[in-house]
Nanobody, 116 residues
Framework: QVQLVESGGGLVQPGGSLRLSCAAS????????MGWYRQVPGKQRELVAA???????NYADSVKGRFTISRDNAKNTVYLQMNSLKPEDPAVYYC??????????WGQGTQVTISS
């Protein structure tokens, strides 16, 4: 059973940056894809970015050029560097992992807030 623990959310000004981290444990060696999703009240959770074990990445169009996902396989950790944060970016950001059995795991979520 994989456990995911996120950190790094918080309050930032428009145009600012934050880095989210997600550490995986308990079976993390079987993880194929790790990613970040976000959700605001009343809306569906949406994919922000994902990275596969070989390093292939994909991004939501709304964050391309501003967010970067990376993965440290030795530390079983995935990062989301968020730059040039916009008013539409605030949400609860969730870490996701999918293993080779296609089981799906979620972190508890971390809040990103933007305020001037």
């Amino acid at each position: 059973q994989v456990q995911l623990v996120e950190s790094g959310g918080g309050l930032v000004q428009p145009g600012g940056s934050l880095r989210l981290s997600c550490a995986a444990s308990g079976g993390s060696a079987n993880i194929y894809t790790m990613g970040w999703y976000r959700q605001v009240p009343g809306k569906q959770r949406e994919l922000v970015a994902a990275i596969r074990s070989g390093g292939t990445t994909n991004y939501a169009d709304s964050v391309k050029g501003r967010f970067t996902i990376s993965r440290d396989n030795a530390k079983n950790t995935v990062y989301l560097q968020m730059n040039s944060l916009k008013p539409e970016d605030p949400a609860v950001y969730y870490c996701n992992a999918i293993d080779y059995s296609e089981d799906d795991y979620w972190g508890q979520g971390t809040q990103v807030t933007i305020s001037s």
